[in-house]
Every structure is written in structure tokens, then in C-alpha cells.
């Protein structure tokens, strides 16, 4: 009896241990023959991991589950299957699957990931199939150009996220403008004024959070700055401490998010607003413009009244005309078995017009699908004059670029410290991640 | 000495073989992984950096110590698991107090009393979050409403408020588990030896110092301990409600922890701070037991 207890002990401890063991191995079935849709498929077929931030309540997200089951479906050798991630847990999860060596074949992404990833070479070399594609010249010159580093292309536009200015029409008309601020000496001037005839603030801001270095980084630019530049060693150095008149000008935009404050032209709240707050306050017509993107349009549905007067500009420059050009880019990975053939095919699918057409019709990187609507060509028509973030890893810059702000506007530090500050932080940062040229 | 009989061994065979499960589990999850931490944080590791690896005795703890943030972090875990846990300590006694009297709707406000408690922390930070808000909180509009204060305030956005605030809320959501922790222990003091004592004169404040409180000594001291683990390390609700900002001002130690390996990747520093919190911890769970022990011993 206790001979066959002991037994039973035995397969019984076994079984945990082998239980506690599986539990910890890997759940890769990549590259092997898939059973769904066994049906319709064909023996061999190529199970392609595709990770979507989509909003599956929304009418864009059920578009794209639409057109990827559809793609699904027509293709006897591919099955995508889609995994829907928020952007909020996307980048943790992909960098512990790059470590896992356990990557999804493709996955949609921010711009500020990219120079990461390039660095951790997990980044598949799209050069030679993008260039033997037929559709290739349909894409924006300058789009492709900031994806593709070392003349190699290492991801795939998805959409574009370009900034403009964006005003309430009625506001403006209220407080006696008949036209928005074309420079930021008009708007720091009109600020009080609006403020005193409408009540409202003149301008939103997010001082913190993820959309605060895109803002940012535009305002830099108008000043024409770059946060770092590539030097003669292939490698980025931020130079605004070697060069006096750099470091006047970056001093100067820090001066214009304290003149913002101090004149009201922003409310005293958005020194610390995320992209929420940004949003949400205007789309309620809480204030009175905006640098933001085309995705304010779909506020129009929950706020029909208060987005109606909403209209289109360039946002006011300073020394020259300049914008922010997001470009959420499409990522592909190597994984453990190349399947790249495969991804490509579905890739193009992404890219394609019809896609875009139904997806992205305002944010589209290709230049043959163009909205009509003012949500549309008013914003693509910026697109020449968009900046993006360098190909550097930027974990810390961002980062560093949103304490600076803080210093600025929540320690009231002077500007010109500020200035000095960050241009150190981010060559600190370089020099970490071996990105610091010597030069 | 006594032999173990034969059947006394294979009980105690079958025993070590049930306990495999839990001792593999010990050495994968916990043993390994903080072993790999203590020997990462003597190691060059950062992914943006791979060219710079091997040995690198101190210097992770040298960086750790030099960062602009440090001091601050250290100081606002402090301040974060101090007034936390006393918070819900002493809220969580008078609630467990007020539960354990005779009164109607006792059984409905111990039940209400654990709802806080059972909200997961990210619906809770949230929802905390929105009521905060300066432009549709509602905090905002009742202390406006009541003249508490003259205009909405930032309570998260602003560098003096975000820390305490969240604090604030993880009092709010920590106290039911101190309220029925102690509620059990109230419920063990004895009717008898209470009566006795106020047969001989005493007071209710004397009853309560003098005979429940030193009967929930034990309770207190293992929900405490248990306590200042879990919110020295809490990185959820802080980094849902502020992300650690407003400049680094709720900033703590595993927030800063997480920024060294999810936004920085280096695992170096990231495993240097974190056997240092590992460090901290232990050092004072060491003073302190060695302190009631020799209070003992006297």
C-alpha cells in the first residue's frame, strides 16, 4: 500500500514539475505548418505574428480587423494573426520579446522607438524589397528618408501623424482676429487679449508626457535647431555648447514657454498637461488653439458644436517655418525563422492604397491618397516642412527634453540654464549609448 | 538518539518529494533571479551599448549615487511608505474600532468598508486621477463649492501636491486590509478580562492602551512589516497617477528602477539601485530585530 503511495507521490511530483517547467518554455509556433482555417488553407502555411494598436472600438479599428481578415482569407500560403496591443504597453512588450527572441514579425510603433531598436539590430533590412517594388515612387521622398539609416531602410512608414495649428474660428472672431497668429510674437501678443475678450486661454500646450518632446522639438526647429546633429564620424553630438548663437536660440524657445505662462496665453495647468488634457480642452472648446494632429477630427463626433468652428494653419514659427512630422512606422523584425517574403507580401498589403484609402485616408504617407477634406490636404500640405526626432536612441533624451520644460516652466530655472542643461543631458545620454561623436 | 523507523523515512521521502515543486519554484522565481540581479549590478549591461560589457566593480553604484535624482527618490520613498502605512494603520484601527461596536448596519459597513480595497489599482488610479483634475474633477468642485479654496488645483500637476496626493489615495484604497486585519484581532480580545477592567475603574482610554492595544501587538507588527514591503515597492499606483513627475517630485526608488531598465535599458544601474532598495530594506528589518531582541532579553 505505501509502495504504491510512494508511486503515486512520485507521478504526482513529476507531473509539477514537468507542469512548472512547461509553463516556463516558450510558446513558439513560428514557422510551423498552422491548423486554422485548415479549410481554406494549404498545407504549408506561413503564420505571420502581427501586432496592432488599434482601438477595437472604434470604426478605424474595425476597418483594419476587417482588411486584415480579408488579406487573411485571400491568401492560401498566409495567416496573419493580429494581436491588438495599446501603445501603452506595446514597447515593453516588444523590447522583452526581442530578448525573449521571441519578436512578432511586424508590428506597428512610434517614431521615438526607432533609433532603439536599430541599436538592438532587430530591425530587418528593407532596402532591397522596397526598391524592387512597383509602388515606390508613391511614397513622400523626405517620409522614406527618415526611416532609412545608413542608406539602409529599416521600417515602413504606416501613417503620419503631421502637426498644424488648429483654431476655433468663433473664438478668434470673438476676441476681434480675423486670421490665427502666423509667428510667435502674434500669438504671445493676442494671448491676454483673447483671454480678456473671451475668457478663454489662447493656446494649449502639453508640458508633459510623451507629446511634450514633439512639440518640442518643432519649436526647436523653427528656430533651426536640431537636438543632435550626425557629425563627420557617423555619430551625433548636440552642439548647441560649442556654438554661442545655438545656444542663444535654444535659450530663446525655453524663453517663449515661459512668456506662454507668464502672459496667459496658456492656462497656468497646461505647464504639466498631457496629450489628454491637450485634447480633450480644445475639442470642448476650453481654449483657443492648438499645434495637434488630424486625429482631433474625431472629437467632431462627440463634440459636434464645439469642433465645428475648428480650422486648419500653419503653427507660428519663429525664425522659420516648421512642423512636426510623426511618422508611426510600421516595424519589421528578424526573428528565429525567416519569414520575411512572407511579412513583406502582407506589408505591401499595409502600405497599399486600398488600405490606406479605408484606414488612413488624412494621415496616408503615400502621396496618391489625399484627403479632399480640410483634415486632409491642409495637413499633408505642411508635410515638406516636417521635422522628425533623429535616429538616435532617445529613452532619455525624451525624457530629458521633459524635465527641461519642467525646469523651465514648473522651477522657473533661467533659459538660458535650461538650455545648457538639456544640451548636456543629451550628449550624457549619447555617450551612454555609445552615439556620442568624438568629433 | 532515536532512529527514524523505516515507515518514518518514507513518510518524510514522500515529503521531500512534495516539497520539489516549491523549492524549484523558490530557486527559478526568486533565488536565481535576485542572485542574477546582485551579479548584473557588478556588470556592464546595457542593450544601447553592447560594445561596453564584463566587469565593473562599483561603477554602477557610482552612476546610481551620482544621478540628479537620487537623493530625492530615496527621500520620497521615504516619505511615501512612512506616511502611507501610518496612515492606514491608524485609519484602518479606528474603522476596525468603530466595526467592532454593537451598532445597526454592522455587517453592511464591514462590507462596504472592503470596497476600496477590491478595486483593482489601475481603475482606481484612474478614476482618482480624473477626480482630481483641475477642469471636471470633482474634488475640485467641492472644495471650490464649500470655499476651501478660491480656484481648481492641480493636485497632481503641481510639484508640492503630486506625492502627498498620491499617498493620499493609496491610504484610501490600503486601509480595508488593515481595518480587517485588525477587526480579526479586535474580535479576539477577551469580553471578560475588558469587563474586569472596568469593574476595577478603568477608564475607556485605559482599556483601550493598556489591554487591546497590547493585544494586537503581534497583528499590527506582521500587517505593518507586511506593509512597508509591499509600498516601498509599489510602483503601479505612482506611476499610473504621475508617471513619477511632475520633475521627478513622486519619483521612488522602483520608479526609478524602471526607468534605468525600460527606458534607459541599462540593466547595470537598474540592478545596482535595485539591490541597493534590496539593501536598504534588509538593513532595517536587521536593526529592528535586533533591537526587539535585546528589548526582549531585558
Request: proline share 3%; hydrophobic share 45%; net charge negative.
Amino acid at each position: 500500500m505505501l509502495k504504491s503511495k510512494n508511486k503515486l507521490s512520485f507521478v504526482l511530483a513529476t507531473v509539477m514539475v514537468l507542469a512548472l517547467l512547461a509553463g516556463c518554455g516558450s510558446n513558439d509556433t513560428k514557422g510551423n505548418v498552422t491548423s486554422s482555417n485548415a479549410n481554406k488553407k494549404s498545407d504549408k502555411v506561413v503564420t505571420i505574428d502581427f501586432w496592432s494598436a488599434l482601438d477595437p472600438s472604434s470604426e478605424e479599428g474595425r476597418t483594419i480587423t476587417k482588411l486584415v481578415k480579408e488579406f487573411d482569407e485571400s491568401r492560401d500560403d498566409i495567416d496573419v494573426k493580429l494581436q491588438v496591443i495599446s501603445y501603452d504597453i506595446m514597447h515593453d512588450k516588444l523590447v522583452a520579446a526581442f530578448n525573449a527572441g521571441d519578436a512578432p514579425d511586424i508590428s506597428w510603433g512610434l517614431a521615438e522607438w526607432f533609433g532603439e531598436f536599430n541599436k538592438f539590430d532587430t530591425l530587418l533590412d528593407l532596402t532591397d524589397y522596397f526598391n524592387s517594388w512597383e509602388e515606390k515612387d508613391k511614397f513622400y521622398g523626405n517620409v522614406i528618408d527618415s526611416l532609412t539609416i545608413d542608406g539602409k531602410l529599416k521600417a515602413l512608414p504606416n501613417y503620419l501623424g503631421i502637426r498644424a495649428l488648429l483654431y476655433h474660428e468663433d473664438t478668434l472672431k470673438k476676441a476681434g482676429y480675423d486670421a490665427p497668429p502666423a509667428t510667435w510674437d502674434e500669438l504671445i501678443a493676442m494671448g491676454p487679449v483673447i483671454k480678456e475678450k473671451t475668457g478663454q486661454e489662447a493656446y494649449g500646450i502639453a508640458g508633459a508626457g510623451v507629446r511634450s518632446p514633439q512639440e518640442l522639438i518643432m519649436y526647436l526647429a523653427q528656430k533651426d535647431l536640431v537636438l543632435a546633429e550626425q557629425m563627420s564620424d557617423g555619430k551625433y553630438k548636440n552642439t548647441w555648447q560649442d556654438n554661442p548663437d545655438q545656444l542663444t536660440k535654444a535659450a530663446e524657445v525655453f524663453q517663449f514657454y515661459q512668456d506662454l505662462l507668464s502672459t496667459g496665453t496658456i492656462k497656468s495647468d497646461a505647464k504639466t498637461w498631457g496629450w489628454e488634457e491637450e485634447d480633450q480642452n480644445f475639442a470642448l472648446d476650453q481654449y483657443a488653439m492648438v499645434v495637434d494632429g488630424s486625429w482631433i477630427e474625431t472629437y467632431g463626433a462627440e463634440h459636434p458644436d464645439e469642433m465645428a468652428d475648428v480650422k486648419i494653419a500653419a503653427p507660428p514659427y519663429s525664425d522659420k517655418a516648421a512642423t512636426f512630422m510623426e511618422i508611426a512606422p510600421l516595424y519589421m523584425y528578424k526573428t528565429k525563422i525567416d519569414k520575411t517574403d512572407a511579412t513583406w507580401e502582407f506589408a505591401k498589403f499595409l502600405l497599399g492604397a486600398e488600405y490606406q484609402s479605408a484606414v488612413n485616408l488624412n494621415e496616408a504617407p503615400r502621396t496618391d491618397v489625399v484627403s479632399d477634406s480640410q483634415w486632409g490636404k491642409d495637413f499633408t500640405a505642411l508635410a515638406d516642412s516636417g521635422v522628425v526626432f533623429p535616429s538616435v536612441s532617445l529613452g532619455s533624451i525624451t525624457t530629458a527634453m521633459q524635465d527641461a520644460l519642467a525646469k523651465g516652466m514648473l522651477k522657473n530655472d533661467k533659459p538660458e540654464d535650461v538650455a545648457k542643461w538639456l544640451s548636456q543631458a543629451i550628449n550624457d545620454s549619447l555617450k551612454k549609448t555609445d552615439e556620442l561623436s568624438a568629433d | 538518539m532515536k532512529t527514524m523507523s523505516l515507515r518514518e523515512r518514507k513518510i518524510r521521502r514522500i515529503a521531500y518529494w512534495y516539497v520539489l515543486p516549491a523549492l524549484l519554484f523558490f530557486i527559478l522565481l526568486n533565488a536565481y533571479p535576485l542572485l542574477n540581479v546582485l551579479w548584473d549590478s557588478f556588470h556592464f549591461k546595457n542593450l544601447l551599448n553592447k560594445s561596453l560589457n564584463g566587469f565593473a566593480g562599483i561603477d554602477n553604484y557610482k552612476e546610481v549615487f551620482a544621478n540628479e535624482y537620487f537623493w530625492s527618490s530615496l527621500r520620497n520613498t521615504l516619505i511615501w511608505t512612512i506616511l502611507s502605512v501610518t496612515g492606514e494603520y491608524i485609519l484602518g484601527l479606528i474603522s476596525a474600532v468603530a466595526l467592532n461596536q454593537n451598532v445597526r448596519g454592522r455587517t453592511f459597513f464591514r462590507a462596504l468598508v472592503i470596497v476600496p480595497w477590491v478595486v483593482p489599482i489601475v481603475v482606481a488610479g484612474l478614476t482618482w486621477d480624473w477626480m482630481l483634475s483641475p477642469d471636471y474633477g470633482i474634488i475640485n468642485y467641492w472644495l471650490t463649492s464649500m470655499g476651501i479654496i478660491d480656484k481648481p488645483y492641480y493636485w497632481l500637476g503641481e510639484m508640492n501636491t503630486a506625492l502627498l496626493t498620491i499617498t493620499f489615495v493609496n491610504i484610501w484604497r490600503s486601509f480595508p486590509f488593515f481595518t480587517i486585519t485588525l477587526l480579526a484581532g479586535l474580535q479576539s480580545v477577551s469580553r471578560d478580562v475588558l469587563e474586569a477592567a472596568a469593574i476595577d475603574g478603568a477608564g475607556v482610554r485605559t482599556r483601550f492602551f493598556k489591554i487591546v492595544l497590547p493585544q494586537l501587538k503581534t497583528v499590527s507588527l506582521t500587517i505593518i512589516f507586511v506593509h512597508i514591503i509591499w509600498t516601498a515597492i509599489n510602483f503601479d499606483f505612482i506611476w499610473i497617477m504621475s508617471e513619477g513627475g511632475p520633475l521627478h517630485s513622486s519619483e521612488t526608488l522602483p520608479i526609478m528602477i524602471y526607468r534605468y531598465a525600460m527606458q534607459e535599458y541599462n540593466f547595470g544601474n537598474a540592478s545596482a539601485l535595485a539591490s541597493l532598495m534590496l539593501g536598504f530594506m534588509l538593513s532595517a528589518f536587521i536593526i529592528y530585530y535586533f533591537y526587539t531582541s535585546r528589548k526582549n532579553r531585558a
